[in-house]
């Protein structure tokens, strides 16, 4: 009677294991240089900036169709939100520019520093500027509207403050840019704009889904939303 014998069963070989090593290591390159994982972020951040200004445009106009005395702020200040201890180093920037030379002036984004560099975006209303880290809803907030007024009950529990805030003492692009919401309102006809400034290559001006220069606002290098965009 014939016994079979058992076949030995082979393994893979060293050089086969560092063959199929690098070729991991090789796609794995790949991947992370086609996904690009910072942009990835920065496209995340600026999908929460558009989802928050249309939150907070939401709510301001449920407050605007229900209050019958309403109070967008004092016309003709600036309103921004920022975080941590510093506020934005632009701000002073903003405010000698408009309040010392006379005759208030947008000032231009081809500057590389301070609030020129992300929010100088406000055109001849902008005479003044306030920054607060505050983001209650009752009236006390960076955006000075109480939507405690609403008789429903204010329709969001706090304002939205931008995901990556950067004070914006330097700044070189739109990745570094000062980065933190403003805020103008107007008492004539309610009017009011909100801003936000873009940092990825996708959504920023130019870029496949730009949503700065498509916006319907007066800055092209900045996202805007609200009733009045030519503030």
């Known amino acids: 009677m014939k016994t079979k014998k058992k076949g030995k069963k082979k393994g893979f070989t060293l050089i086969e294991l560092l063959v199929v090593i690098a070729i991991i290591a090789i796609l794995s390159v790949v991947v992370v240089l086609t996904l690009n994982p910072a942009e990835m972020l920065r496209r995340s951040r600026d999908s929460n900036r558009a989802s928050d200004l249309s939150v907070i445009k939401t709510a301001l106009g449920l407050y605007l169709a229900d209050v019958s005395t309403t109070n967008m702020g004092a016309a003709g200040t600036v309103y921004v939100s920022y975080s941590g201890a510093t506020a934005p180093t632009g701000l002073a920037t903003f405010q000698n520019n408009v309040l010392n030379t006379g005759t208030p002036t947008q000032l231009g984004m081809a ?13 001849t209303q902008a005479v003044a500027a306030i920054a607060s880290t505050s983001r209650t809803v009752s009236g006390g907030g960076w955006i000075p509207v109480n939507l405690s007024l609403v008789s429903s ?55 496949t889904n730009d949503l700065e ?10 996202y805007e939303q609200g009733t009045n965009l030519a503030l």
Not at 214 to 221: I, K, L, M, R
């Open 111 to 123: 500057s590389t520093t301070g609030f020129a560099g992300g929010f100088a975006v406000f055109n």
């Open 153 to 207: 009950g204010a329709p969001i529990g706090q304002w939205p403050a931008d995901p990556a805030y950067s004070s914006g003492t330097i700044s070189s692009g739109n990745a570094n840019a000062a980065h933190f919401y403003g805020y103008l309102g107007t008492s004539t006809n309610n009017g009011y704009k909100l801003v936000a400034k873009m940092e990825s290559a996708l959504y920023s001006a130019s870029g």
């Open 213 to 222: 220069s498509t916006d319907g606002g007066t800055n092209t290098n900045i």
